[in-house]
């Protein structure tokens, strides 16, 4: 998988959980792309070669995670995504009922903790599972949480802060339990029971097939695998009730409405294909990396401390280092040429420690030293050792105003 290049210098980019840039296949599929100006939901020539194109972008998609093409919802980023699972299968059941259950977790995205939060503003009741010192869910808990008005379970595969991989399919076991034992209601219906999983992180690290993961709705996010910003994908398995959050002109088969991207699309598909084609590969080398990135941080700062799971996905490594502010150690780090971050971009700016970390277990004093790598699939064992060397020198220069 080939790489545009991100600077100019000698730059080390670690923060791929953020942002990538493109990937070589996907920025000439964009240059290619970007002349079709039709509206693919017009009659004219150039409206059904935009419209041809369109929907190969969603059959390849469909296809990298072995999908149907009719089962691929096209938005504008994963936060969309998420909020048209959550939002547009449970605002319809309130409606309905008055009140209804989901489960999540207490690590979620803001993209999923956002919704849920309105949505109990308007009469839902949302549970938070708990996590272990590692930050993995059992799956056991499922059975004390999941009750009759339960409609949907959105879990995470793959934390953006701290690596941790869910078992999806072990979820997906026991709500399949869970929905055998259901009470049929009026006229001998059950009300529907979903499972929803974010896999925004995991394209690049780990296959992806939803029928094997067991999955009613899955969240793609293009800028996480290499493609464009500005476009995501929501799986929506067939027969599942979904009602649009965004409504107009009733494009997406009337599940999100607004001019097709066309070119997003296409440049999206082509690095999640790409992506899902070297997934393997990508762990094996980038974990590699990672593990001696590590080994070398803890070599040469003794007191640095692991935060999360043993094995998680294959680029994250997330440190604290106590008394060195994180938010000092991300500033000291760019002016080296190495791009980190302490959390998710999207919670940056809250000024709180992170929900993620206080659910492990993690004092606020410890959280406030954390700082994530995330790695590219081009990481090398030389990049992680300008990183290891750079973090040296900047706690022996900040260790006297700690």
Known sequence: MKWQTLFPGKRVYADAAAAMPLSQAAKKELERLWPLFGNPSALHKEALAAKKEFEAARAAVAGAIGAHADEIVFTSSGTEANNLALQGVLRPILLDRGEVGAVTSAIEHSSVTEPLRALEREGLYATKLHVDAEGIIDPMQLREVVGEDTALVSIQMVNSEM?????????????????????????????????????????????????????????????????????????????????????????????????????????????????????????????????????????????????????????????????????????????????????????????????????????????GSSLRLTLLPTASRADALTIARALESIVALYRHVL
């Not at 896999?199 to 780990?206: C, D, E, N, T, Y």
């Not at 999640?272 to 974990?287: D, G, I, K, P, Y």
């Open 163 to 367: 690596g941790a991989v869910q078992d999806i399919r072990a979820i997906a076991k026991e709500l399949r339990h869970a929905r055998r034992s259901r009470t049929p209601q009026n006229e001998g219906k059950t009300w529907p029971l979903y499972l929803h999983t974010d896999a925004s992180q995991a394209p690049l690290w780990l296959p992806l097939n939803v029928e094997k993961l067991g999955v009613d709705l899955m969240t793609l996010d293009a800028q996480k695998v290499g493609g464009p910003k500005g476009v995501g994908a929501l799986y929506l398995r067939r027969g599942t009730v979904l009602e649009p959050i965004i409504l107009g002109g009733g494009q997406e088969s009337g599940l999100r409405s607004g001019t097709e991207a066309v070119a997003l699309a296409g440049a999206f598909a082509v690095a999640l294909v790409e992506a899902q084609e070297n997934c393997e590969t990508n762990a094996a080398r980038v974990s590699a990396a990672r593990d001696f990135l590590w080994s070398e941080i803890h070599r040469r700062i003794p007191s640095a401390i692991l935060s999360g799971p043993k094995i998680r996905i294959a680029n994250n490594l997330h440190i604290s280092i106590p008394n060195l502010s994180g938010e000092m150690a991300v500033i000291a780090l760019d002016a080296r040429g190495i791009a980190a971050s302490t959390r998710s971009a999207c919670d940056s700016a809250s000024g709180h420690p992170s929900h993620v970390l206080l659910a492990l277990g993690i004092s606020p004093e410890l959280a």
